[in-house]
């Protein structure tokens, strides 16, 4: 049996939709079996209440008169970004207040927002002839704002690694307080109840699905950042209209000694076509595992001490080389079940139908780290892209007049087809006049044998060529060996009091 | 029942709390104590019927004593049922009911402070 989202809308417009949450779903199918399961429930609905450092929202002011451009903006004395047109900002969640810190944060100015509270906009600017105006001071409420539109890069982690430290002193982290001695242990997460916890192949998850946001109907927007569902670290970007939101669903907060965060409400309704979709649904906290992580190590790569599942989390004692150790919660289980009870008494009202993605979301992604580059400097940081060149069939005459005007020592020789084939020094120039019957082109007098870098070289590997060949300048080639750059003994002294040395 | 305790250190050092056991027969358990040079403070729980005899016996001694009514006490409508504070408390003052509501047994509080600085919401405070 199969059914289709077509079918299944038209019983929530009916009002005959039999939608159940993700947390009755492995019961269900336990009495019911899968084909059971499958005709009995249209809709399951899931849900996640947790910190989501990753949030924020776009915010349209209107404009003032006389108009301003506000080039820095502060919200309750947080600042938010104003990189974009004239009254446009984005607000960051996780940005802190100029005058109280971690004690209040872009997260409360979005919660103040939403709970009613006015906000006092401070904005500066140079003053243009379109909008002459410098600063501007004016309180606001939501209402007062023509978009509030909430956008989150990252929201509703598929699952998260527990928490548990083995230094001999209290850490505070994202992960909340973490007692010396691996005294606690704390995680986060709705398991059974997460969103794509119940759809790990993203059949229904994706670009256009309209989710529960913060008590708002919103909407995905596609693969959150740091999207890793290989490792079964899926992610989600997400966005839903500020003015719809719910306090219940949204609250700021502050990790002692590390920041502050948005407790953010989403839930995302999954259509029961098939068994595939019984199946997944049918996920249960013991199913789920992730890794205990020890963050006494202050490195990108923790070790893990072992695994748990959320049925050991949430049971409130794990078990630690032989001590019960007890576990908080970061996420709240609780609001997690409001979120798909909400989501499932509008599907049961009918006012949200679902759909299937307009564009899906690569369920074998896999994050990578950083791509750092060397730590010193590279030869592009210092090198001379004011190249002058010559051509291989030039008179040696042509090559003398440009190293005068180009007040250069070295001229790389480039063929017709632009590519590096030699160079010459003002030496060889020196050499060829004072013997004129020799030669008369570039190209018999010219080196062949051309000692090169390249633009993302570090400066360090060059000098070393420099002094190995006992030669004071390098062509700077690209792939097909066109000169970008010459990089000469002098470049070397932009390193001397520059931003390299400190 | 708890009283919290202040004495100076000034005047001899009695040791008040050893006094007041012998002197009245209550088992006295000290939950909490901080003592430094100067003065000290210590929290200490009694039998209920015990309480006013042990207060007046500890103010005759030259200590300040307060009855304590109240533990931490829980914002409700700023607590949002997530838990953070269930392992850090060193009483098992915070537990979950069955429905992940977050349970307070006040009368278990030392009032050591710490949950109050692991709440991500500002949701307990202290009795002042």
Redesign the interface.
Known sequence: MRKSIDQINQRIRDGNAHVVTAEQMPGIVAELGEEGALKEVDVVTTGT???MCSSGAFLNFGHAEPPIRMERIWLNDVEAYGGLAAVDAYIGATQQSTTREEQYGGAHVIEDLVSGKAVELRAISRGTDCYPRRTITTELLLENLNQATMCNPRNAYQRYNAAVNTTDRTLHTYM??L?PSC????YSGAGLLNPVTNDPKLRFIGSGVPIFLCGSQGMVIGEGTQHSPAGGFGTLMVTGDLKQMSQDFL?A????GYGV?L?VGLGVPLPVIDTEVVRATAVRDEDITVDLIDYGVPSRNRPALKKVTYAELRS?VVNLNGDE???????????A?LVAETLKNWIERGSMELCIPTRPIDPKKQVRPMHETVKGPRVLDIMDRNVVSIGENEEIKTAAQKLLKGETNHLPVINTKGRLVGIVTTFDISKAVANPQKASLVRDIMKKKVVTTTSDEAVDIAVRKLEQYNISALPVVDAQNHVVAMLTAMDLGKLFGGRWLK | MKLLVNFSRGKGRKPIIAQVVRDTGVLINVERAVIDSSEGEALIDVPDDACRLVRDRMADLGATVRILEHGVSLDESEC?????????CPREVF??DT???LHVVEERCILCG?CM??C???ALTLPV
């Open positions: 209440f947790g910190a909340g307080t007692l005294g606690n242990i704390t609250r907060a502050t990790m002692t965060t407790y409130g150790v007890r576990t908080s919660s970061l996420s709240s289980f609780r609001r079940r | 949002v049922d997530c838990g953070a504070c269930i392992s850090i537990s979950f429905d992940f509501r710490k600085e692991a991500p919401h500002h």
